[in-house]
């Protein structure tokens, strides 16, 4: 379609050093950079110095049959898992978006945060600087950030709603809702890994505001975490977290904030109703 920006495409010699054969087809999805070729998905290295690096040593150590699959990374034959400013994993199947699978979804971030629970917290969050890295420490009051006009009115009801809490972090996907896919007799697949040092209580939030902003979200699962206390924290955080990046990522020139901000809104009196 005239005006979408083109998919990158690796060159071959990025293909050469991962030892794989084929055209790459570009993957719809994400933020529509990624490609398959054959039984892999290549994309632009992410985030800062390091990090990429990290993720895939990460992923490597993340056991098997543990209620959730994650794409195993693929490394040059020099044991790189970047070359030339691109990562490339295995291509999982599996049917995207969380649809009728709310359940699934919440379960495999469960399982896979619990096998992350002794990882320690990498260095290179602080260095991160992208609209969701402002826009988790705003969420967690560790700075603050204005917002477009038009979201201005739903920000300030939940900073006004904002209470401090006390729960553990630890190394969480950030952005579980439309990165878990499902296959008939497979374990659930994570995809995209997301990491933030956040308590895993708040990463179901994500989710679930989420499901409420832009999926088709039960309502009944609003109330999944509400036997913890801290719970409504959490949604308005992940709240928060979601209002803050979409600003950022809209600029000063955004001029389709009022369905946003109704949006929003709506979504905030829904949490203060429970």
């Known amino acids: 379609m005239p005006g979408l920006p083109r998919v990158p495409l690796p060159p071959h010699s990025v ?8 055209v790459p087809e570009p993957l719809t999805g994400g933020q529509g950079r990624s490609v398959r070729v054959g039984g892999a998905v290549l994309k632009p290295a992410e985030g800062v110095e390091g990090e990429s690096e990290w993720a895939a ?3 490597e150590r993340l056991p098997r049959g543990a209620g959730f699959r994650v794409p195993r990374p693929l490394r040059s034959a020099d044991g790189d898992a970047v070359v030339d400013g691109w990562t490339a994993a295995e291509f999982l199947d599996g049917r995207t978006g969380p649809q009728r699978q709310w359940p699934g979804v919440l ?6 945060h619990a096998a992350l629970r002794e990882e320690p917290r990498p260095e290179f969050l602080d260095r991160r600087t992208h609209p969701w890295a402002v ?10 950030a204005g917002v477009v006009e038009e979201l201005a009115e739903p920000f300030a009801l939940l900073l006004s709603r904002w209470r401090p809490v006390e ?16 296959a008939p007799g ?23 505001v989420d499901g409420l902003l832009w999926y ?19 949604l ?17 020139s955004w001029r389709a904030g009022e369905k946003e901000a109704t949006r929003f809104l709506a979504v905030a009196e829904a949490v203060e109703r429970g």
Request: avoid cysteine; glycine fraction near 8%; aromatic fraction near 8%.
């Open 236 to 252: 308005i955080r992940a709240l928060i977290f979601r209002l803050v990046a979409l600003s950022g990522l809209a600029g000063p």
């Open 135 to 144: 826009a988790d420490r705003v969420a967690w009051g560790e700075r603050e």
């Open 107 to 112: 379960a495999a971030g469960r399982a896979l």
């Open 167 to 182: 729960a553990v972090a630890q190394l969480v996907h950030g952005d579980l809702a439309g990165n878990v896919l499902f």
């Open 216 to 234: 088709d979200l039960p309502p009944d699962l609003l109330a999944v975490g509400a036997d913890d206390p801290r719970w409504r924290q959490m």
């Open 15 to 22: 293909l050469d050093a991962f030892g794989l054969r084929g």
């Open 57 to 59: 040593s990460v992923l």
């Open 186 to 208: 497979r374990e659930p697949a994570v995809i995209d890994f997301t990491p933030y040092w956040r308590p895993p209580l708040y990463a179901e939030a994500v989710v679930i």
